[in-house]
C-alpha cells in the first residue's frame, strides 16, 4: 500500500513539474514575441520618423523600399518634357517667329515704336515707289464719286464702272438732274446701288446749289455731303487737292494695328494715333503705301509673311505662310504677275492694267 502510494506521489509531482515546465517554456517563448515585437514597433517608428524628415508619408506597413521608387517615378515628371518636346516638334520653325518679337515689344517704348514705325513707312516707300490711289479718276468729281462707290466693293469694279457713269454725268450738274433709276442701273455692279445713288444725287445736288458745283477743298465741307464721311474726305483732299490727310480703311486700319502702331478699332481714333507717329507731309502717302502693302502682301486671312519686305521689323511676323516659294504664291497684283485694279494706272506704275467690264 504505501509503495503504491509513493508511485502515485511520485506520478504527481513528475506531472506537476512537467506541467510547470511547459508553462516556463510558453512565458519564454511569449516573451520572445513580445520582445520581437517591440523591436519590429521601434524600427517601424524610425522608418516612420525619417520618411517625416525627407518628406514621404508612407505607411508604415507598406515597404519603404517599394512606396519610395514609385512615388520618384510619378508619370507627371516624366509627361512633362514630353510634352514640351511633342509641341516644339509640332511647329519648330513657327513658334520661335512668334514668340521672338515678343519680350522686345512687350518692354518697347513709345520712342522705340514711332522709330520702328518711321523705319517701316521707309522701307514701304522703296518697294512701292509707285503707290498711288487705285480709282480711276480725272478731277475732284470724280473721285468723290469714286470714292463714295467704293464702299463695300473693290477698287477694280468701281473703276470697271465710272467710265459709263461719268460720260453719262460729267458733271455735278448733270448727275443732279439724273433720272434715279437710270443712275441705278449704271452703277448697280458696284453692289448697294440704290444707296449710293441716294448719295450720288444728294451730293451732286448739294454741289450745285451749295458750292457752285465745285467739290469744297476743305475736310469740314466735305464731310457735310451725303454719303462722305472722314475717310471719303481724306481721300479727295490728299488726292485731288494736295491737302495731306490719313486714310483709314479697311486695309489700313487692320495693318497698323498688326504693326502694332495703335490698339485702336475706331478709325477716327487710328487716325488721331497714327497722325502724331509721322509728319504731315507723310500721311497721304503713308496711306496709299500701308494699303498697297495690305492688298499684296499681308493679307487679312493668309499674310505672305515669307515673301514680306518688312518683316523683320513686324512684331507679327509667323502669323502668315513663311515659306518663300509657298509665300510667293500668295502676292496679288503687280507683286504676283496679275493686273492690277485700275483700268487707267500711272505711268510708273510697273504692274499691267485692268480689263473693263464685260460687255461694257
Known amino acids: 500500500m504505501r509503495k503504491a502510494t509513493t508511485r502515485k506521489k511520485s506520478a504527481a509531482t513528475a506531472a506537476t513539474g512537467t506541467s510547470a515546465a511547459k508553462k516556463t517554456t510558453a512565458k519564454k517563448t511569449t516573451a520572445k514575441k513580445t520582445a520581437a515585437a517591440t523591436a519590429v514597433k521601434k524600427t517601424t517608428a524610425k522608418k516612420t520618423a525619417?520618411?517625416?524628415?525627407?518628406?514621404?508619408?508612407?505607411?508604415?506597413?507598406?515597404?519603404?523600399?517599394?512606396t519610395a521608387p514609385a512615388k520618384k517615378t510619378a508619370p507627371a515628371k516624366k509627361t512633362a518634357p514630353a510634352k514640351k518636346t511633342a509641341a516644339a516638334k509640332k511647329a519648330p520653325s513657327k513658334a520661335p517667329a512668334k514668340a521672338a518679337p515678343a519680350p522686345a515689344l512687350k518692354d518697347e517704348s513709345r520712342t522705340a515704336m514711332v522709330r520702328r514705325a518711321r523705319r517701316m513707312n521707309r522701307e514701304l516707300a522703296e518697294v512701292y515707289p509707285y503707290a498711288h490711289p487705285e480709282l480711276?479718276?480725272?478731277?475732284?468729281?470724280?473721285?468723290?464719286?469714286?470714292?463714295?462707290?467704293?464702299?463695300?466693293?473693290?477698287?477694280?469694279?468701281?473703276?470697271?464702272?465710272?467710265?459709263?457713269l461719268f460720260a453719262a454725268y460729267p458733271t455735278p450738274e448733270d448727275m443732279a438732274a439724273a433720272d434715279p433709276e437710270r443712275l441705278e442701273e449704271l452703277i448697280r455692279p458696284t453692289g448697294f446701288f440704290r444707296a449710293k445713288a441716294k448719295s450720288l444725287l444728294g451730293l451732286s445736288t448739294a454741289l450745285r446749289d451749295r458750292f457752285d458745283g465745285e467739290v469744297p477743298g476743305r475736310l469740314e465741307?466735305?464731310?457735310?455731303?451725303?454719303?462722305?464721311?472722314?475717310?471719303?474726305?481724306?481721300?479727295?483732299?490728299?488726292?485731288?487737292?494736295?491737302?495731306?490727310g490719313i486714310t483709314v480703311d479697311t486695309h489700313f486700319g487692320r495693318?497698323?494695328?498688326?504693326?502694332?502702331?495703335?490698339?485702336?478699332?475706331?478709325p477716327e481714333k487710328v487716325e488721331a494715333e497714327i497722325a502724331e507717329i509721322f509728319p504731315k507731309s507723310e500721311w497721304t502717302m503713308l496711306s496709299h503705301r500701308v494699303v498697297f502693302h495690305g492688298r499684296r502682301v499681308c493679307h487679312s486671312r493668309k499674310p505672305a509673311c515669307?515673301?514680306?519686305?518688312?518683316?523683320?521689323?513686324?512684331?507679327?511676323?509667323?502669323?502668315?505662310?513663311l515659306d518663300p516659294e509657298k509665300a510667293k504664291k500668295l502676292l496679288k497684283y503687280e507683286m504676283g504677275g496679275q493686273p492690277g485694279?485700275?483700268?487707267?494706272?500711272?505711268?510708273?506704275?510697273?504692274?499691267?492694267?485692268?480689263?473693263?467690264?464685260a460687255g461694257r
Open 255 to 266: 495693318l497698323v494695328r498688326r504693326f502694332r502702331w495703335t490698339g485702336q478699332q475706331d
Open 136 to 164: 480711276d479718276f480725272r478731277n475732284s468729281f470724280e473721285l468723290l464719286c469714286a470714292t463714295v462707290l467704293s464702299a463695300q466693293t473693290t477698287d477694280l469694279r468701281v473703276n470697271q464702272t465710272t467710265p459709263a
Open 221 to 244: 465741307d466735305l464731310v457735310t455731303l451725303p454719303g462722305v464721311g472722314r475717310k471719303t474726305a481724306n481721300v479727295v483732299l490728299g488726292n485731288a487737292f494736295g491737302v495731306p
Open 50 to 66: 525619417a520618411a517625416k524628415t525627407t518628406g514621404e508619408t508612407a505607411p508604415a506597413k507598406t515597404a519603404p523600399a517599394e
Open 341 to 357: 485694279q485700275r483700268l487707267r494706272p500711272p505711268a510708273d506704275y510697273p504692274g499691267q492694267p485692268a480689263p473693263p467690264l
Open 306 to 321: 515669307g515673301a514680306c519686305p518688312i518683316a523683320h521689323d513686324c512684331p507679327s511676323y509667323g502669323e502668315g505662310e
